[in-house]
């Protein structure tokens, strides 16, 4: 029998919500890559928090990442007085600009504490000897280049290597409200240069980024391991989602409207509009779930209504089980819709509510409404009959969808496992 190949990783998970969002990507990744049987390797995570700030944070998903065979995972950062103190005043204050500013406030403490690590007691010994060290991120910008160049420090050997944290989902580029400049802005070239992998969901996203001039050697497509049909089962088996949604069966459909961030060229006024025509229908029980602070300013009569409620994602209830309960999706520019696309959701874009071009739309993936009237006719079809709408969308969408997933969850091949094992076996042979 052949000895096992050996490669040996830090990965690195941001604070708080981010890491939260981290660990959604980081998960299913290494319970692939623990599945590869040619493959022996040992793997560190290491939280930029304390154990009290991100004790949120430690649900079904974070224990299950600890218990995968060969990780640990570890706090970058001692408990001291002024995490205390931060946890208080977030406690008794309800203002949230307050806690905003009282977060920002102790981000860059950790900044200033960041300069003090002593990376050869953090990383450990397996690391530091290591023949066939990586580093995993799930961003690449310069605040990560500072800490991979402190980590290479440490081992010269070692290996930079950028997960997917999802897939670009606009065809144009100017996607935020501030992109007004007359000229295109350009990539850092600085960090990509200093990137030794780049992992990425699709073809088309490592097409991008070798036309902007990278070396298409380095760059890597494995899918989108989060939303593919493989993991989404592996979710369910070990109830990793949190608490089910309850249903009232007062209403005949379920409606979840994932609200956009609003600095992604959302027309806020046409967005409450919306929100104000779909939960007049009696018939109708609608959930609005968005990012802390992104929702709008909802007038009074439209709040009051007893068929609809709001979320904060992750919050009460996790996003995979909000879609699970729907009947409905309503989108407008989020990566989260692959997984109503994988479990065969009524998916609808209304296009007019943003000026960003959407790939979805681009595949005609699900309904894409230009006008209300077109949401209007959707909606009271749905109250006549549910049956007879998803019976026609299963008709009317079903290629589309299929080459839409097929291109961006799984790159146009059988098993996002099958991909990580060739891509981390590739990575290990090039040592």
């Known amino acids: 029998m052949?000895?096992?190949?050996?490669?040996?990783?830090?990965?690195?998970?941001?604070?708080?919500?981010r890491g939260f969002k981290d660990i959604d990507h980081y998960l299913p990744?290494?319970?692939?890559?623990?599945?590869?049987?040619?493959?022996?390797?040992?793997?560190?995570?290491i939280i930029f928090d304390t154990k009290t700030n991100f004790s949120k944070y430690m649900d079904q998903k974070f224990r299950f990442l600890a218990d995968?065979?060969?990780?640990?995972?570890?706090?970058?950062?001692?408990?001291?007085?002024?995490?205390?103190?931060?946890q208080i005043l977030l406690f008794k204050n309800n203002f949230k600009f307050v806690n905003r500013v009282i977060n920002k406030l102790f981000k860059s403490i950790s900044k200033i504490k960041n300069n003090k690590i002593e990376w050869n007691k953090k990383l450990g010994q397996e690391f530091l000897l290591?023949?066939?060290?990586?580093?995993?991120t799930m961003n690449n910008k310069s605040e990560e280049l500072r800490i991979i160049s402190e980590i290479k420090k440490q081992n010269i050997r070692a290996k930079w290597v950028a997960l997917p944290h999802g897939t670009l989902l606009c065809e144009n580029n100017m996607v935020l409200e501030t992109h007004l400049d007359k000229k295109?802005?350009?990539?850092?070239?600085?960090?990509?240069?200093?990137?030794?992998y780049l992992i990425r969901t699709s073809k088309r996203d490592k097409e991008i980024l070798v036309s902007?001039?990278?070396?298409?050697?380095?760059?890597?497509?494995?899918?989108?391991?989060?939303?593919?049909?493989?993991?989404?089962?592996?979710k369910s088996k070990f109830e990793l989602d949190g608490n089910t949604v309850p249903i009232n069966n007062e209403y005949q459909i379920r409606v979840l409207f994932l609200?956009?961030?609003?600095?992604?060229?959302?027309?806020?006024?046409?967005?409450?509009?919306?929100?104000?025509?779909?939960?007049?229908?009696?018939e109708i029980e609608l959930i609005l779930l968005s990012y802390e602070n992104h929702l709008p300013k909802l007038p009074g009569y439209v709040t009051s209504r007893k068929n609809i409620r709001q979320y904060s994602i992750s919050q009460k209830f996790s996003t995979s089980k909000l879609i699970d309960w729907s009947d409905i999706v309503l989108h407008a520019g989020t990566g989260v819709i692959f997984e109503s696309f994988v479990k065969e959701k009524i998916t609808v874009f209304p296009r007019y509510l943003c000026c960003n071009t959407l790939i979805s739309d681009k595949y005609q993936a699900g309904f894409n409404f230009s006008n209300r009237d077109e949401l209007r006719n959707f909606l009271n079809a749905s109250v006549t009959s549910l049956e007879s709408m998803k019976s026609n969308y299963k008709e009317s969408c079903k290629f589309n969808d299929k080459k839409f997933l097929d291109d961006f969850v799984y790159a146009g091949t059988e098993s996002i496992q099958d991909n990580i094992t060739k891509t981390m076996l590739h990575i290990r042979d090039n040592f």
Not at 30 to 45: E, H, P
Not at 212 to 234: A, H, Q, T
């Open 130 to 136: 290591s023949n066939s060290p990586l580093i995993f």
């Open 68 to 86: 995968l065979k060969n990780i640990k995972l570890e706090f970058l950062y001692e408990e001291n007085l002024l995490d205390k103190i931060k």
């Open 29 to 45: 990744f290494f319970y692939f890559l623990s599945k590869i049987d040619n493959l022996n390797y040992s793997a560190k995570g």
């Open 184 to 196: 295109e802005q350009e990539d850092n070239d600085d960090i990509h240069e200093k990137i030794d």
């Open 212 to 234: 902007k001039g990278f070396d298409k050697d380095k760059i890597m497509v494995i899918g989108s391991p989060r939303y593919c049909d493989e993991w989404l089962k592996i």
């Open 259 to 282: 609200i956009p961030k609003r600095h992604v060229n959302i027309f806020s006024e046409e967005l409450i509009r919306n929100i104000d025509f779909v939960s007049k229908y009696e």
């Open 2 to 17: 052949s000895e096992k190949k050996k490669i040996d990783i830090i990965f690195l998970i941001q604070p708080q919500e």
